[in-house]
């Protein structure tokens, strides 16, 4: 899925429209949108969200809708901390104690997890799909 920044970019780049101009717009700094747009820094507020959609003639709400998305993610990942404090304890660690290359390679470990179960799990839907198309 795309990213606000990526989303940002895109935008901005098909309307002809530069940092500055949108910096000049919202208030803010190149480097800040800069930031925002390569993921270092979250989504701007959404007034100023909605301010650049209008800047850029975004009728869709895309943009918006993005930084929503943003803004649910960390509700659902200190709910899901709180409950495993073990998990909280585990990623500290990985986050002190890891070199970046190390760090990559455990994100990469726990993807192929992910994908390795939605698989199993679509593979049982489907034996039990054709199970009851047998009776």
């Known amino acids: 899925m795309e990213s606000f920044?990526?989303?940002?970019?895109?935008?901005?780049?098909?309307?002809?429209?530069?940092?500055?101009?949108?910096?000049?717009?919202?208030?803010?700094?190149?480097g800040?949108?800069?930031?925002?747009?390569?993921?270092?820094?979250?989504?701007?507020?959404?007034?100023?969200?909605?301010?650049?959609?209008?800047?850029?003639?975004?009728?869709?709400?895309?943009?918006?809708?993005?930084?929503?998305?943003f803004r649910k993610a960390p509700k659902a990942m200190t709910q899901q901390i709180r409950m495993k404090p073990r998990l909280s304890a585990i990623l500290l660690r990985a986050d002190r104690d890891l070199s970046e290359d190390e760090f990559d390679e455990l994100l990469s470990y726990l993807e192929r997890i992910e994908k390795r179960r939605k698989s199993s799990c679509h593979k049982g839907f489907l034996l039990q799909n054709r199970e009851v198309g047998q009776k």
């Open 5 to 30: 920044g990526e989303a940002l970019r895109k935008a901005r780049i098909a309307n002809k429209v530069t940092l500055r101009e949108i910096a000049e717009h919202i208030g803010k700094s190149i």
């Open 32 to 69: 800040y949108l800069s930031d925002v747009e390569h993921n270092r820094k979250s989504p701007p507020k959404l007034e100023v969200v909605s301010e650049i959609e209008d800047f850029l003639g975004i009728e869709d709400g895309k943009l918006l809708r993005l930084a929503k998305q």
